[in-house]
């Protein structure tokens, strides 16, 4: 259709309508297409001087659209930037129009030829109920617009007065229901400030309640771990051996016993962590530990999860690699979320964990690769996101709230690496997590001379764990069960290391930390501090930078031998932050 006049106008809106009527849009959509039309014509007649409109049906991804292209013989558009972002309006009001339009539509295109004029594609993608637009059907519309004769302008413009009447009449339908439901919210709010003053009480209260259950965790936190921890490590030594060997059944009990008081104080740290998790806030606990352990736990951890016999979970032996000296529960944490998801997401075939050192980088760079349904690469970034799934027949059945991937790259990120992945749709995926790593082996000390180390715990449990963990031909152990005494043995006795514990009477383990630094005869001597407490910043801010930390939950004779030679074997040297 020819656009060379005003009339033109409105005949290439009516005809715009009219065809989508015909191809099975509803009223709202026809008037929106209608409308979008009119704004571009309009422009075309005004501002470019006259031009062309061509209506057209296409395809996009599978489904058919209805296309209106308009071209006219104008100047173009010297900042077509600017007016399609608002920033700039012709004296025509030719930025109104086709900013408007491209809000009306579902694909708008506008291009300036270098010949001159503007071209601006306009499509609605035709709705799923419609059925498809054939050539016969084509043929039949156009003679049906044939027949019809030429468009009406006068009766184009009572289309459009019945579309505005249709329209107030909505908006005033509109009106009443919202001042129907202004008076509800009235009545409502009148209840609502009838309750204000008792949910005043009631968060005073809550208040102090929760102040009530800070403290009260606070203050008991190490009696609750305590004992657990004792438990914990005795069982270890039964467990290793240490005092002679153990029964099948004996075995088993003191097994059954370990993970019982795991269990408890797992419970039981989730208690103590409330404040912690309540306030958004992330603790880092970096241990000693090696690839060999970590998979070791991740199997024997994951072993239940291993219920479809045609996918194999296997697991490097880990051996060869450098110890690490990072957050091991938070490794463990992203490991076995990204081990558990390719488990889900594999139907056949396997799952394989391993690791590699990275010398360039000094990083341990962890895979997990299978062989499942694969990610296309449109969403291997989305998959990151917060609460983001795919939407596959396998996703269907697996229960999740998209939050796993998201946590595991942010615990990544606050370990200092990151966490990316590779996938071929239907060959699988492979998720690469890559950490700083403490390198390093455990010593081989000295053969003649054997190392004096000297504990500092009012816990006469846990100096028989650290004696029996340290003790035979390379250690030493001599013990001091509260700050003063420790104090004294380490300026008397000379010891190559110290183990402080930090909860103690008469001088507990910050004071007494402060007293050996102070101390000319002590000064010198590497400190480890151990202990059961959860290390939070107020905590690390009280002890010197360069002692490190070992939690008594993570106790064994590995990583304590490991910590002991690297600090005795540089005792030379000033005293070092751990990495």
Known sequence: MAIVAEADVVAVRQRARLLAEKLGFDRQDQTRIATAVSEIARNAFGYGKGGRAEFIVDSDDGRQVFTIRIGDRGPGIADLDAVLEGRWRSAEGMGVGLVGAKRLMDRFDIACPAGGGTVVTLGHRLPTRAAPVTAARLAEIVRDLAAAGGDDPLAALREQNRELIET????????????????????????????????????????????????????????????????????????????????????????????????????????????????????????????????????????????????????????????LFTDEAKVTQILRNLISNAL????????????????????????????????????????????????????????????????????????????????????????????????????????????????????????????????????????????????????????????????????DGFTTLNRLEAEPRACRIPVVVSTSLAVTPEIAARIRPGVPILSKRDLSRERVAMLLDDLIENRHTENRPMP
């Not at 890559?434 to 504990?455: F, K, M, N, Q």
């Open 168 to 323: 107030l009449d909505a908006l005033r339908r509109r009106e009443q229901e919202a001042q129907t439901l202004d008076r509800e919210l009235s009545d409502t709010n009148r209840g609502v400030v009838a309750l204000y003053a008792e949910l005043d009480e009631r968060a005073e209260q809550l208040r102090q309640a929760s102040e009530l259950k800070s403290r009260f965790l606070s203050h008991m936190s190490h009696e609750f771990r305590t004992p657990l921890n004792s438990i914990l490590a005795l069982s270890r030594l039964l467990l290793d051996r240490v005092d002679g060997d153990l029964g099948p059944e004996q075995e088993k009990q003191v097994g059954y016993i370990r993970r019982s008081a795991e269990g408890l104080l797992e419970l039981v740290n989730d208690l103590l962590d409330l404040a912690k998790v309540e306030a958004g806030k992330v603790e880092i606990r970096a241990v000693p530990f090696t690839v060999a352990e970590l998979f070791g736990g991740l199997r024997g951890a994951l072993k239940p999860l291993q219920t479809n016999p045609a996918v194999d979970l296997s697991f490097d032996s880990g051996a060869g690699l450098p110890s």
């Open 344 to 507: 889900k997401f594999t139907e056949a075939g396997e799952v394989a964990v391993s690791a590699v050192h990275d010398e360039a980088s000094g990083r341990i760079v962890f895979s997990v690769r299978d062989t499942g349904i694969g990610i296309p690469p449109e969403h291997q970034e989305r998959i990151f996101e917060e609460f983001s799934q795919i939407d596959t027949q396998i996703q269907r059945k697996v229960k999740g709230t998209g939050l796993g991937l998201s946590l595991s790259r942010n615990l990544a990120a606050l370990l200092g690496g990151e966490l990316s992945v590779e996938s071929v749709v239907g060959q699988g995926s492979v998720f690469r997590l890559s950490i700083p790593a403490r390198l390093g082996e455990v010593g081989e000390g000295t053969a003649t001379t054997r190392r004096r180390v000297l504990v500092i715990d009012d816990d006469e449990t846990f100096r028989y764990v650290f004696r029996q963990l340290i003790g035979g031909d390379r250690f030493e152990v001599i013990e001091a069960a509260d700050g003063e005494a420790g104090l004294r043995r380490a300026c008397e006795d000379a010891p190559d290391l110290v183990l402080l514990d930090l909860q103690m009477p008469r001088m």
